[in-house]
C-alpha cells in the first residue's frame, strides 16, 4: 500500500477520490467545509472503503449507517490504525477469493447476484424490500427471500433512488410498493409494517413531498 495524498479539508478530499480512486481512506469527521459524513454522502456509488476517524465518540453509532470499515478514536494509537490496514487487506482478500457478488445487467434495470447455487438475474421489479443484517443483506421477493454477503450500503448502491429509498438504517424498499405512511411507520403493498429513521425522513420527502 502507499499513500495517494494527505488532504486538508473535504473538498480536497472530494476531488482526490474521485480522480485518484483510492481503495482505503481515512475520513476526519470534523472537517472546514463539510463533515465526512456528508462527503461519504455525495461520492458516487464506486467508493472507496472508509476508516473514520474523530475525537467525538457520539458519531460512533451514525458511522453505522454507512457501513464504515472501522472507526477510530483520537489520539489514535498506531496498533489500533494497523488494525484497521489489516482489516481492509483481509476483506480485499477474501472478496478477491469470492469473486464479484452482483453486477448491473446491462439494460440497467435489473442486477445479476452470485449465490452459492450460481448466477442469478433479479430484476428490480421482482423486489419488494431489502434488509441489513450486519455484512449480509435479505432480498425480500413476493414469494421468497435471497440471503447475500453484501452490507446494505452496497446494496443502495446497486438498488438505487427513486425506484428504491432507504427508509432507516437497516432497511431499503422499492418505491412503488409503498401503500401508506403514519407516523414513523410505513406499510408496503404485502402488508409489512417497517420503521422510518429519524435520518432518513428528509430523504424520503425529496420523493414524497406531502409527507410532514
Known sequence: ???????????????????????LVFLDIQMPG???LELMNVLPANRPEFVLTTAYPQYGVKSYDFAVLDYLLKPIAFE????????????????????????????????????????????FSEV??????????????DKEKILI????LKAEQ??????????????IVRRTTIRSIEGNTLTLSNG????????????????IPLLK
Open 192 to 207: 409489512t409494517e417497517l420503521p422510518i429513521g429519524p435520518s432518513h425522513r428528509q430523504d424520503l420527502k425529496r420523493f
Open 149 to 152: 454477503h453484501m452490507n446494505l
Open 34 to 36: 463539510m463533515t465526512g
Open 80 to 123: 489500533l490504525f494497523m488494525r484497521a490496514v489489516v482489516k481492509f487487506k483481509e476483506k480485499k482478500e477474501t472478496s478477491l477469493s469470492r469473486g464479484e457478488f452482483a453486477a448491473f445487467s446491462p439494460a440497467g434495470e435489473s442486477v445479476w447476484l452470485r449465490l452459492d447455487k450460481g448466477l442469478r438475474q433479479l430484476a
Open 128 to 141: 419488494i424490500r431489502i434488509k441489513g443484517e450486519k455484512d449480509y443483506v435479505e432480498i425480500f421477493l
Open 1 to 23: 500500500m502507499q499513500t495517494l495524498a494527505v488532504c486538508e479539508n473535504a473538498v480536497e478530499a472530494l476531488e482526490v477520490i474521485r480522480t485518484g480512486k483510492p481503495d
Open 158 to 171: 446497486l438498488f438505487p433512488a427513486p425506484e428504491f429509498l432507504r427508509i432507516h438504517k437497516s432497511h
